[in-house]
């Protein structure tokens, strides 16, 4: 995904709703949006309500939104016991995959930013450790 001519700027969210725009004005952001089960329609809605259904696979490509488990739970802190695993994939630059929707996403560079809703601010402490370890830092 990334050229030796460009930098690419990876952006993990746990929030709405600016990560469109983002993707939309910049050609070198990856968004990557970890939400509930319940919370992937919406997020699709808003892709769709952003391009106004005018969008290119190659900018698709850069918004990754999926969950790293199935529940039929109405509860969106059930998406962070998952959080670190997922984190840690994301840092070592894996591919990552919904295991609710079977889409697959191929591997880009670890997350130059991550951004937490101030609810789950207390997972901050399980994910600091997994950044420092990862980058060298």
């Given at each position: 995904m990334s050229t030796p001519t460009k930098k690419i700027t990876h952006i993990l969210f746990s929030a709405f709703p600016g990560?469109?725009?983002?993707?939309?004005?910049n050609e070198n952001v990856v968004v990557t949006l970890l939400?509930?089960?319940?919370?992937?329609?919406?997020?699709?809605?808003?892709?769709?309500?952003?391009?106004n259904?005018?969008?290119?696979?190659a900018t698709r490509k850069r918004i990754r939104v999926f969950s790293s488990f199935q529940s039929d739970s109405d509860d969106p802190f059930v998406v962070?016991?998952?959080?670190?695993?997922?984190?840690?994939?994301?840092?070592?630059?894996?591919?990552v995959s919904c295991p609710l929707t079977?889409?697959?996403?191929?591997?880009?560079?670890?997350?130059?930013?991550?951004?937490?809703?101030m609810s789950?601010?207390?997972?901050?402490?399980?994910?600091?450790?997994?950044?420092?370890?990862?980058s060298g830092a």
């Open positions: 990560w469109v725009r983002l993707v939309k004005e939400l509930a089960p319940k919370l992937l329609k919406k997020a699709q809605y808003e892709i769709s309500a952003e391009f259904g005018e969008i290119s696979d962070f016991p998952s959080l670190p695993a997922v984190y840690q994939s994301l840092l070592q630059g894996k591919p079977g889409a697959k996403f191929e591997a880009v560079p670890a997350p130059s930013v991550l951004i937490l809703d789950f601010i207390s997972r901050l402490s399980e994910v600091h450790p997994l950044t420092h370890s990862t």
